[in-house]
């Protein structure tokens, strides 16, 4: 219940998103609170057995689950899983992927329905130049960015990507490399659509990690590597657009766009990769534990944790018969 009147944590979307949005992320806020705390009273998933909300995966007792015990080398060990037994999350943990799987197939189900025509129209339009948007006929003057620029750097890219799996003991085989790339192109122009219609994305990694658990089973490792490949693909399209669509606002010639993106793009590699390894050597302990503090929390790369260890054992976890089970239902 943290409300503030701090235009820093409002930030300027309450005034640039549209207000149908808004008031349906209120709505689910609402929606949340009540659910949660229903969940919470009724013990759902033993929710009274672990904390009201945690990103970390527990044992049966509530204790810490040892995962270091059931994974040999990064490979799930069924004998030690037996003796092990499954892990659990918290009750509002479970809830929240719920909805995060619902929001995926009303995403899809909602371009497919209400926007298909205006999609369909518009691709239509770029084929044949006859784009309406003032914006767009105003930058005919430049030079486009020709596809064989993106084709290259998806060629490079690609290759990169295949060495890093290969090489870096990821566990993650080659193919799942390649579907994980797929499954990305695939969803991103759903999330593509949605950002561009209303200023919102909708989190569809939660699919990613589905998938990753079913092609490559028994390994947390490969599931993050999957995970990181594919939702990667998707963020990238939707920046992509984003930038190019601020481009054509500005009236910033596409191959000079083009250019500073790239640049972007490889600086930030090397500068997050640097910061987050400063960050994660130097506050390990502190990001290693349920609470954190008031500036350090590792909340985020514990969820990433639980989802890959939990969906490396999706059979045992989420398949028929288990607790769990309606949540990739």
């Known amino acids: 219940l943290s409300i503030s009147l701090d235009w820093q944590y409002i930030t300027s979307s309450q005034l640039s998103l549209p207000l149908i949005q808004q008031a349906n992320s209120w709505i689910g806020y609402v929606i949340c609170y009540v659910a949660m705390a229903a969940i919470y009273y009724s013990n759902v998933w033993n929710a009274k057995t672990f904390p009201f909300m945690s990103t970390s995966i527990f044992a049966d007792d509530g204790k810490k689950y040892n995962q270091t015990a059931v994974f040999v080398h990064g490979i799930l060990d069924k004998a030690r899983l037996e003796a092990v037994g499954f892990p659990n999350v918290t009750g509002t943990y479970a809830w929240g992927m ?79 490399y390649i579907v994980s790339l797929l499954l990305g192109t695939i969803v991103a122009p759903f999330s593509g659509v949605l950002y561009a219609i209303l200023g919102n994305g909708i989190s569809t990694n939660q ?35 984003n930038d190019l669509k601020m481009g054509q606002y500005l009236k910033i010639p596409p191959r000079a766009m083009f250019v500073s993106q790239i640049v972007g793009t490889v600086f930030g590699a090397f500068l997050n990769y640097a910061i987050a390894s400063t960050i994660i050597s130097s506050k390990f302990a502190l990001l290693h534990t349920n609470t954190g503090s008031y500036v350090w929390s590792g909340a985020y790369y514990q969820s990433l944790n639980v989802s890959a260890v939990t969906w490396s054992m999706a059979k045992y976890m989420y398949g028929p018969g288990t607790p769990y089970f309606i949540i990739p239902m």
């Open 98 to 176: 719920l909805m995060r799987n619902a929001a995926i197939g009303a995403l899809v189900t909602h371009v497919v329905l209400f926007w298909g025509k205006d999609v369909w129209r518009s691709v239509k339009q770029s084929r044949d130049k006859t784009q309406p948007d003032r914006h767009w006929q105003a930058m005919q003057k430049y030079k486009e960015a020709p596809h064989w620029w993106y084709l290259i750097l998806l060629a490079v890219s690609f290759v990169f990507g295949l060495v890093v799996v290969l090489t870096q003991h990821t566990t993650l085989p080659w193919y799942s």
């Open 207 to 241: 699919l990613t990690k589905m998938i990753g658990g079913i092609v490559s089973p028994g390994r947390p490792l490969a599931n993050l590597y999957f995970y990181a490949w594919s939702h990667s693909t998707i963020a990238q399209v939707i920046n992509l657009s």
